[in-house]
């Protein structure tokens, strides 16, 4: 009893935790102690780290307490509060067709790529779905995208790929407890167990949207990650709620922090009902919202373009990310349009000529040749020669072909356009798989013929 004493004045009148940990450690290995004394010293061995700012440690006195003294119910009362504990997620706040796009940026505000991520309802097999992607482009460009249950939460098919990357693209089905992959072009898929109630790693994401917004809730899950083919447990805590100012304006926020792997990662999500991503957090670098829009299926929305100053239609299952005027390059109008969850690149370019054409067409044809002699040069790309269009856009005059990359590409397809009107020209250029460039490259020509150069 006077050791646990000397420790509690240690703890509470002197502030020395450290000292206070010796004590309470010498008490919980004692064999004299009384379970009573040990638990209680347990629980204030738990507290110490917890003040200290060591939450694993605490985290894990506060876990051997409730293990090693079950009978002791009034301390593992008192431990509970400080544990996470199983929640059911509040109804998914995220809108049909729902777009956040954020800028990932360093201390120094050096731009280092965008992330986007996108909500919406599809039909798969039968059955209503919400298919949540992300998409980061940084030096590497990786999408991931899972489709997920809206009544049960449960995650059912995943696929992710990326630039880069020598899996070249994974696909896995949630199927009870177990989880059935397939990496690339393997004919047999792989199989690995899961415990029930497992969530996928892009879920984890979006469950910091349906956490309580109260402070000091947390909560352990497993988490699935597609890379590895195993779980690991992911610690989510609710800090408090802040005031957060990005591009988009000052947001009351909550800020949750999650611990997986030995590192925490801060999300900052609106304490309103749509609890929309405003900022991440990860090492040093910070991740901001840029741009949000929910878009009914089916419609366009109009991208405006300063630097060059020129306006397109695109559709609405299209993101647009206009890095024109990124790290102090000046001058350059640079757009990058992706079709969802999809792999395969879309860009926009835009220059400004000395001198205007004379001849709009002839000037478009010009800027075509070179465009595609520079992509024969870089990517070994082949122009089909039957494939060459001309048509008239009310922006000028627009030519486009198709051709192939070159045979390290496995196949790959390319669609350009270019439009040219005055002194001013935009190329759009479309590549990825055969299959999907025969689908997008119409809707690239309806894109430009949309187009439109603004006064200056």
Same mark, same amino acid.
């Given at each position: 009893a006077e050791l646990l004493e000397e420790g509690v004045y240690l703890q509470e009148a002197r502030g020395d935790l450290d000292a206070a940990i010796e004590v309470f450690r010498r008490i919980v290995a004692s064999d004299q102690a009384g379970r009573a004394r040990a638990a209680e010293a347990q629980y204030r061995l738990a507290l110490c780290y917890e003040r200290k700012g060591d939450k694993a440690r605490a985290a894990e006195a506060f876990e +051997?307490?409730?293990?090693?003294?079950?009978? =002791?119910?009034?301390?593992?009362?008192? /431990? /509970? +509060?400080?544990?996470p504990r199983p929640f059911a997620p509040v109804a998914m706040p995220w809108a049909d067709?729902?777009?956040?796009i954020m800028k990932m940026r360093l201390p120094t505000g050096y731009t280092v790529g965008f992330i986007t991520y996108r909500s919406e309802k599809v039909e798969v097999d039968g059955r209503t779905l919400w298919r949540l992607t992300n998409r980061t482009l940084g030096n590497a460009e990786v999408v991931t995208m899972l489709e997920v249950d809206p009544d049960t939460g449960r995650p059912v098919f995943g696929y992710a790929t990326?630039?880069?990357?020598?899996?070249?693209?994974?696909?896995?089905?949630?199927?009870?407890?177990?989880? %059935?992959?397939?990496f690339g072009g393997e004919e047999t898929p792989r199989r690995t167990g899961i415990a029930e109630?497992?969530?996928?790693?892009?879920?984890? =994401?979006?469950?910091?949207? =349906?956490? #309580?917004?109260?402070p000091g809730f947390s909560t352990e899950q497993q988490v699935f990650v597609y890379l590895s083919g195993t779980t690991i447990p992911v610690v989510f805590e609710v800090m408090g709620i802040e005031e957060v100012t990005v #591009?988009?304006?000052?947001?009351?926020?909550? *800020?949750? @922090?999650?611990?997986?792997?030995?590192?925490? =990662? *801060?999300?900052?999500?609106?304490a309103d009902e749509s609890r929309r991503f405003i900022k991440l957090k990860v090492g040093e670098v910070e991740i901001e919202a840029v741009g949000f829009a929910?878009? @009914?299926?089916?419609?366009?929305?109009?991208?405006?373009? $300063?630097?060059?100053g020129f306006a397109l239609e695109v559709p609405g299952d299209w993101t647009a990310i206009d890095l024109s005027g990124i790290n102090g390059h000046q001058g350059r109008a640079r757009i990058l349009l992706r079709d969802g969850w999809r792999p395969g690149e879309i860009v926009v370019n835009a220059r400004v000529h000395e001198q205007p054409a004379d001849d709009d067409a002839a000037r478009a044809r010009e800027v075509a040749d070179a465009h595609?002699?520079?992509?024969? %040069? %870089?990517?070994?790309?082949?122009? $089909? #020669?039957?494939?060459?269009?001309?048509? +008239?856009? $009310?922006?000028?005059? /627009?030519?486009?072909?198709r051709g192939t990359i070159g045979a390290e590409s496995?196949?790959?397809?390319?669609?350009?356009?270019?439009? *040219?009107?005055?002194?001013?020209?935009?190329? &759009?250029?479309?590549?990825?798989?055969?299959?999907?460039?025969?689908?997008?490259? #119409?809707?690239? $020509? +309806?894109?430009?013929?949309?187009?439109? &150069?603004?006064?200056?």
């Open positions: +051997a307490l409730v293990r090693d003294y079950p009978d =002791q119910a009034r301390w593992i009362e008192a /431990a /509970a +509060a400080h544990l067709g729902e777009e956040t990326g630039s880069g990357a020598e899996f070249g693209e994974i696909s896995y089905w949630f199927e009870g407890e177990s989880v %059935k992959m397939r109630g497992t969530i996928d790693n892009l879920q984890a =994401q979006y469950l910091v949207r =349906q956490l #309580p917004l109260e #591009p988009l304006g000052t947001f009351r926020c909550a *800020h949750v @922090e999650v611990r997986l792997a030995g590192q925490t =990662q *801060h999300f900052y999500v609106t929910i878009r @009914e299926r089916g419609e366009t929305y109009r991208v405006e373009n $300063d630097t060059v595609v002699d520079s992509l024969a %040069k %870089k990517l070994g790309v082949v122009v $089909d #020669p039957d494939s060459w269009r001309s048509f +008239a856009v $009310d922006a000028g005059a /627009a030519v486009s072909c496995g196949g790959q397809r390319l669609a350009t356009t270019v439009v *040219h009107g005055g002194n001013r020209t935009l190329i &759009f250029t479309l590549y990825g798989a055969a299959e999907w460039v025969e689908r997008n490259a #119409p809707r690239l $020509d +309806a894109v430009a013929r949309t187009a439109r &150069f603004l006064e200056r």
